[in-house]
């Protein structure tokens, strides 16, 4: 059953099938990748503070894990992304719900390790 609304809702792939599920759901499944792009502004900004901040590493260090954040930034970023859609599509769908999968791991493990590494190699 597609939206009856006269402007057709976007991305197509996702709202142009199955039935608009209960609002209460498809609002939950927005706070949770609002959550997900906070993360990935929190994670944004703490590879640009390492960056611009004049610790007592290498130069080649610091960069790295700078970089390394802003990596796991947009990682971030597309996984809240593409698992709001994949939600969406299977409630609309009237499916189980997917897995988040490998990236939350991901994610999780490059914080801990630039982490570990800030706090041996910073004195």
Do not use: K
């Amino acid at each position: 059953m597609t939206n009856t609304n006269d402007r057709r809702r976007r991305p197509g792939w996702v709202y142009d099938e199955g039935a608009e599920p209960d609002a209460r759901y498809s609002l939950a499944n927005e706070r949770t990748f609002l959550a997900w792009i906070r993360t990935a502004l929190a994670v944004l900004a703490a590879g640009v503070a390492l960056d611009a901040l004049d610790l007592s590493l290498s130069p080649r260090l610091q960069q790295g894990l700078a970089d390394t954040l802003v990596l796991v930034s947009a990682v971030c970023a597309a996984t809240a992304w593409l698992r709001w859609a994949q939600v969406e599509r299977a409630m609309r769908r009237r499916r189980p719900l997917p897995s988040l999968g490998p990236s939350a791991a991901v994610v999780a493990l490059a914080l801990v390790v630039v982490g570990l590494v800030l706090l041996v190699a910073v004195p």
